[in-house]
């Protein structure tokens, strides 16, 4: 674990696979429970304190984690004077599925006002998927977005259709709608 201290409201932490495993740390789980999420947290900022001098007890807080390459991990924490403690989570990438329009339709007017992020919309074996791309979105948002989706559409990860990557639907798919899809079709489709 690399701590690297930016100035004394601004550091950012950096692990590694490697550390990760030894301190049981989990993306799956991070992402998945507020809980599990805040424990984690909860050790890193112990450690930043014991190791690198930087204490953040009873301060709140802007945390931002963002996976990248071979699975390792970077976490940027800001002290923030005013406000609530915001954990914002990056990285992530859904992809769901719809086998009709109306309820993509109907999801993107569902969850406009919350998602920030990207969106993308393939056409492929007649069936619509729908990738995105949150941005800066605390885990309460993305869990109410992730719902959502499940209630309008299938989740390709569970649904066996993993194989059916971005790579394959850019090259067999067509696309419909790149980088602002749901704010496209909430524009252009109107519910009554």
Request: proline share 2%.
């Amino acid at each position: 674990m690399e701590f690297n201290i930016i100035d004394a409201e601004r550091m950012n932490v950096y692990l590694t696979r490697a550390d990760m495993e030894r301190e049981n740390i989990s993306l799956n789980v991070l992402y998945s429970s507020e809980k599990e999420l805040r424990q984690q947290l909860t050790k890193i900022f112990k450690k930043a304190a014991e190791e690198a001098g930087f204490g953040v007890e009873n301060i709140p807080l802007e945390v931002e984690i963002i996976p990248i390459i071979d699975g390792d991990l970077f976490i940027s924490i800001h002290k923030v004077s005013k406000g609530s403690e915001e954990i914002y989570m990056q990285g992530i990438q859904y992809h769901f599925v719809f086998q009709e329009i109306e309820n993509l339709i109907a999801l993107c007017h569902e969850v406009s006002s919350v998602f920030t992020g990207d969106s993308d919309l393939y056409l492929y074996n007649c069936q619509y998927h729908l990738l995105l791309y949150p941005r800066r979105m605390t885990q309460a948002r993305l869990k109410q977005v992730h719902n959502c989706l499940r209630e309008f559409g299938d989740d390709c990860t569970q649904k066996n259709m993993a194989s059916i990557t971005k790579g394959v639907l850019g090259e067999y798919g067509k696309k419909i709608c790149s980088g602002n899809c749901i704010d496209l079709f909430t524009k252009i489709f109107k519910i009554c």
